[in-house]
């Protein structure tokens, strides 16, 4: 069964702390996403990558950095974790090209970060 | 501007009837995707559906399916004969330039809430 991992479910960690939230896929893909959720406001792009090494910000970037050394792993970094980045964090994934119904993504479990 | 707007936080429907999920949409491109994704309080998300701009058919799976007016840029969720297991929060999506064949990232609406009644 193909899979999106995020690393922890639930976490809980101070202001001002680093923050690594990670994202591992087997399913090959190209590119990989990392979302934030929010009540009211959907799901909104923080960043997302095409290849390895290769990064481009979404709507939502600041506050946040990510990395991508290896294709199957993407992380999502809080350089100085704020209690407004307390939030459902979702990390995607998606192949390129292929048929059109394939460009929809597949999606993690979900990481509940509260920031205090 | 909303590239996508879901305009119903919450929906109220009884088991067995069938309810339609408002979804409209805002783009440029000619080529384009629609899909729909369910996510129940457990927090995953689960595709339901996918509409391309070309596709001149309605998109239908099992018990969904998508009402597409390019016209009027909508594209309805029609769930039918609903069940219990249907209440969870259902968020509408877009990804645009498909032709382009670059990374391009799902848009998403705001999401409803959908409570299917016993």
């Known amino acids: 069964d193909v899979k999106v991992t995020q690393s922890s479910r639930y976490l809980v960690k101070r202001t001002g702390e680093k923050v690594f939230l990670e994202c591992v896929q087997d399913?090959?893909?190209?590119?990989m996403f990392w979302y934030r959720q929010d009540p009211g406001l959907g799901l909104r792009l923080i960043y997302f990558?095409?290849?390895?090494?290769?990064?481009e910000k979404g709507d939502i970037p600041e506050g946040y950095s990510v990395s991508r050394e290896k294709k199957e792993r993407f992380s999502l970094i809080l350089e100085s974790a704020s209690t407004n980045q307390t939030s459902m964090y979702l990390c995607?994934?998606?192949?390129?090209?292929?048929?059109?119904?394939?460009?929809?993504?597949?999606f993690g479990s979900g990481t509940r970060l509260t920031v205090v | 501007a909303q590239k996508i707007t879901q305009t119903q936080p919450g929906m109220f429907v009884q088991e067995k009837e069938a309810v339609t999920l408002d979804c409209t949409y805002d783009?440029?491109?000619?080529?384009?995707?629609l899909f729909w994704y369910k996510q129940p309080s457990s927090g995953e998300m689960i595709f339901l559906i996918y509409q391309g701009s070309y596709d001149e058919q309605n998109a239908t799976e099992g018990r969904y399916s998508l009402n597409f007016q390019k016209a009027r840029k909508s594209a309805n969720l029609v769930i039918s004969a609903s069940q219990l297991g249907d209440s969870a929060m259902y968020f509408c999506a877009m990804r645009e330039g498909l032709l382009g064949g670059s990374a391009r990232q799902l848009t998403f609406g705001s999401g409803t809430q959908l409570t299917v009644l016993p």
């Open positions: 399913m090959d893909h190209e590119n």
């Open positions: 990558s095409y290849d390895v090494k290769m990064k």
């Open positions: 995607a994934s998606s192949w390129v090209t292929g048929p059109q119904s394939n460009y929809g993504y597949t």
């Open positions: 783009t440029s491109d000619q080529s384009y995707g």
